[in-house]
């Protein structure tokens, strides 16, 4: 198996991932696509990894059954993998989004008061402490 293999593998996951985000998030402007995308890249997917189980490994290692069985399981795997993968990159982005909204609503002054906090213990801190081992 080449890389480029493995790498198709990993776009088709990660599309089929981003299908499923659309559709859980009803993203309507590209729910089309999303549901077609959701029905066919299952398939490729499946089919690559049985092609990689029976085909490329000797025939007689895996039954037909079994190598399908297996392709299924991988492809719900990678599928899963992407999903989670997409689902912390829409998090973080969200959350960075309202972040900087917010602190750019406050001319960032929540910002600037909480570094001054913890500058002002953290260093109280370690006066403290060099003060007691005088």
């Given at each position: 198996m080449?890389v480029?293999?493995?790498?198709?593998l990993v776009?088709?996951?990660?599309i089929?991932?981003?299908?499923l985000?659309?559709l859980?998030?009803?993203?309507?402007?590209?729910?089309f696509?999303?549901?077609?995308l959701?029905?066919?890249?299952?398939?490729?997917l499946?089919?690559?990894?049985?092609?990689s189980n029976y085909?490329?490994?000797?025939?007689?290692?895996?039954?037909?059954?079994?190598?399908?069985i297996?392709?299924?399981?991988?492809a719900?795997?990678?599928?899963?993998?992407?999903?989670?993968?997409v689902?912390?990159?829409?998090i973080?982005?969200v959350?960075?989004?309202w972040?900087?909204?917010t602190?750019?609503?406050?001319?960032?002054?929540?910002?600037?008061?909480?570094?001054?906090?913890d500058?002002?213990?953290?260093?109280?801190?370690i006066k403290a402490?060099i003060?007691?081992?005088?």
């Amino acid at each position: 198996m080449t890389v480029w293999f493995y790498f198709s593998l990993v776009i088709l996951a990660l599309i089929q991932a981003m299908a499923l985000w659309v559709l859980s998030l009803k993203i309507i402007r590209f729910e089309f696509t999303a549901r077609r995308l959701a029905f066919l890249v299952p398939w490729f997917l499946v089919g690559m990894l049985f092609y990689s189980n029976y085909f490329v490994k000797e025939e007689g290692s895996y039954s037909l059954f079994t190598a399908i069985i297996i392709s299924v399981a991988l492809a719900c795997a990678i599928v899963l993998a992407g999903v989670l993968l997409v689902g912390m990159i829409i998090i973080l982005a969200v959350g960075t989004y309202w972040v900087v909204v917010t602190l750019r609503e406050t001319n960032y002054s929540v910002y600037r008061r909480r570094v001054r906090m913890d500058f002002s213990y953290a260093w109280h801190r370690i006066k403290a402490w060099i003060e007691g081992e005088e």
